[in-house]
């Protein structure tokens, strides 16, 4: 059976880093601040939230995890192992830090190794003590991105608390387990978010009192402060999610696709642009043929099913089309590109393109004006037409592909693990054809 109180936690859709536990797991320092605390005391009675959260890209943010983020920091500020780096064209601390490392940019520090919380980039307390969210406008017309974004709590907030003052009224005597307990299953845990230090088989796990901040945790205010935009210097938005997201005109919070229920767990694996199975749900794609003549007159149908573009997120990001006709022998007699659609069939190719001051392509961090942005918009349905001639044609099949890079940088990064490069199948489908 779970851990009880990693039951009743994740019930309330908790993701809590509890404790400034590292390796052995043992709270040494109490007094600790609460910024610093590891998300390895959280596996202590929240296993399977830690596990979940382990797995994702919040665990994977800083340049010393995500080789992709890792490469463009290297180049944009430096060694993420050394102290006093700071953005080379500005010379300022590093603002990416307040999303992808952000215990490290509470205590304005670069070197992401000097502290587990550091390296754990977005761990449990770097979500769960945001007690408000500011926007990211500032009152001086600056943007303010990440941590910055928010009214920082030293107590950790969640979706409920634990909402146990009439029992209080009402109970006799002490409760030292707060509620947290399963009387069925004969196990009792202790509870550190009512305010008193606990021991946990064996581990001692500091006071860590929580309070209930619902309009922050079970709203979209919890992921905009990172996720709602990005710009560069020259006010080039980047990233625009949150932009997107507030054109659709949903009111669907993030969590609801992100940190999905299921069987009474919130899950904090976060899936995005990295995780298969979010790619794979994400667009209706279909293919129809028709026999016209000589000619089969072919429909790509393609609708997000997301509140926002697709993709999404980081610039470079990009979907593509592949559209492919054989013959009886299983040979390719028709094809709408012969390798990455950029060219050879640009309305097959959804990207955020960026542009200089000619409207000629440009990296993100020198881009003055947005380019071409093929991408689907939020809820969009599409239709993309072609004439394949018909003649030996006895299957047409479509795939749509997702890359977490332009074919460009793909060239450039060799680096990069091919995980991380290789073009990731979202959809396929194939209609025989019947001749007449």
């Known amino acids: 059976m779970q851990r009880i109180l990693a039951r009743l936690s994740i019930t309330f859709g ?12 043992v709270a040494e320092d109490t007094s600790e601040p609460i910024h610093l605390i590891s998300a390895e005391v959280c596996q202590t009675c929240h296993e399977e939230i830690y596990r979940q959260w382990k797995g994702s890209m919040h665990a994977q943010s800083t340049a010393l995890s995500d080789p992709i983020h890792g490469t463009f920091y290297e180049m944009e500020v430096g060694d993420p192992k050394a102290e006093g780096q700071v953005h080379k064209k500005s010379g300022t601390f590093p603002v990416c830090l307040q999303c992808h490392a952000p215990n490290a940019a509470h205590d304005k520090t670069t070197k ?35 941590l910055k974004a928010y009214e920082v709590s030293d107590k950790l907030q969640g979706p409920a608390a634990f909402p146990r003052g ?11 387990f707060g509620g947290a307990v399963d009387d069925a299953a004969g196990s009792q845990k202790p509870n550190p978010h009512l305010g008193e230090p606990v021991e946990m088989d064996g581990i001692e ?33 980047l990233c625009a999610t949150g932009n997107e997201f507030i054109a659709s005109g949903s009111k669907v919070a993030c969590q609801s696709c992100h940190m999905p229920v ?38 790509v149908m393609m609708q997000n099913s997301q509140p926002h ?22 040979e390719v007699v028709w094809q709408n590109a012969e390798g990455h659609p950029s060219k050879d069939d640009p309305k097959g190719y959804f990207f955020y393109g960026l542009a200089d001051d000619k409207g000629m392509p440009a990296p993100p961090p020198t881009a003055t004006q947005l380019g071409d942005d093929t991408r689907l ?14 003649e030996g044609v006895v299957l047409v099949r479509g795939e749509l592909y997702y890359n977490l890079l332009w074919p460009s940088l793909v060239e450039k990064f060799t680096q990069l693990p091919s995980e991380l490069t290789a073009p990731v199948l979202m959809a396929a489908v194939e209609q025989n054809i019947v001749a007449p």
Do not use: W
Request: charged letters at 20%; aromatic letters at 4%; a negative charge.
């Open 377 to 390: 918009k939020p809820h969009e349905m599409r239709e993309i037409l072609y004439d394949i001639p018909a």
């Open 14 to 25: 908790l993701a809590l880093g509890l404790g400034g536990i590292a390796g052995s797991a």
């Open 112 to 146: 992401l190794d000097a502290h587990v919380a550091y390296s754990e980039g977005v761990n449990c307390v770097a979500c769960h003590t945001l007690q408000s969210y500011k926007g990211i406008q500032g009152e001086d017309g600056k943007m303010r991105l990440g």
């Open 309 to 330: 573009s697709i993709p999404t997120g980081a610039p470079f990001r990009n979907m593509y089309l592949k559209l492919t006709a054989y013959n009886d022998q299983g």
């Open 262 to 299: 299921s069987n009474g767990l919130v899950d904090h694996s976060m899936g995005g642009g990295h995780d298969h199975g979010m790619l794979k749900r994400a667009v209706v794609f279909d293919v129809r043929s028709q026999l016209d003549g000589d000619v089969l007159k072919t429909t």
């Open 166 to 176: 009439v029992q209080q009224l009402t109970a006799a005597g002490d409760d030292l």
């Open 205 to 237: 796990i500091p006071a860590l009192t929580m309070e209930a901040s619902p309009f922050l945790m079970k709203t979209s205010d919890a992921c905009m402060g990172c996720h709602d935009q990005r710009n560069n210097p020259q006010d080039v938005p």
